[in-house]
């Protein structure tokens, strides 16, 4: 026989259970920032949502949107996945002073939820149909004004990415747009449709990485400039960096795909003024489709215009680069 007491306390738990909005095991949560209007979508409501996990819409109202980011919203690692989809009406403004948006499986703040944090399948992190303006990092060693990402997955869809910044000095510090350090199993990290512009940072003015894979298609980056100077290693009295216009790769197996892409206007003090390319152990590759490279100029130096590849082998096919 049960005693009332306990079948009272039984069905408040239950009841408590069922007002509890985290999901249950193997269920995603599913989150929506604002109630219809303007105002109410805040940055305090897209950092708890980016918080809790799962997929994330808004309803903003009818108009596009600006939500101005107090705070940076921060992945818990915890969750499986993240996705941010504004539905192409809502922009994360950094303001000029903060990162927006940060994922670090090695973060212990964040949760350290396996022994490999560099190396583990989760959080999946996908932005899709946002815009991302005025992220800033320029207080930070790593980089990343708009995003940074470090392990589990990501993937960048039908996105812009506009006039971020990280710091202007340093030969590893890059990504004014993204950032990103390690990926599930080196595998790359997917931009598509996207838009980066008027990215600034000592490397890589719109997408950074170190030991990470990319594969980019139907893409454009414009007026993206690494202002640092000195390249890596910095030589002897400067601060190092310069390089990397767009897109600024280091590390060992690295691969690039870029398909249907245009990178036009981009700059770098030292090498590459769209594209640097380093693979220190040789094995990494660079393959070009369909894409168009035009004056994207290398004030230091390049291996072809606007590119510096170090590596095992390049490919161009169906492009123009000059």
Known sequence: MIRAGVLVAAVLAALVASADPAPASGLEARSVVGTGTPASCTSAAVVRAVAR?????????????????RRTAKVVNTSARVVLDGGGLVTLSGDGRRRILYQDTCDRRQVWTTPHCDDQAEPRLVVKRMRFVRGSALGDDEGGGAVFARGGRLRILDSVFEDNRCRRTGPDVGGAAVRVLDQFRDRPVVVRRSTFSGGRCSNGAALSSIGVSWRISRSTFTDNRAVGRGANP??????GGGSGGAI?????????????STLTGNHAREGGGAIFFVSNDRTG?????????EDNPSTGFETLPGIFFLGASRSITDSVVR
């Open 234 to 239: 910095a030589r002897p009295g400067t601060l």
């Open 248 to 260: 600024y790769m280091d590390g060992n197996d690295i691969h690039l795909w870029l398909d249907d």
């Open 53 to 69: 996990g799962g997929r994330i819409g808004f309803d903003c109202g009818p108009d596009p949107v600006t939500i101005v980011m």
């Open 285 to 293: 590759t660079l393959a070009v489709d369909g894409s168009r490279l």
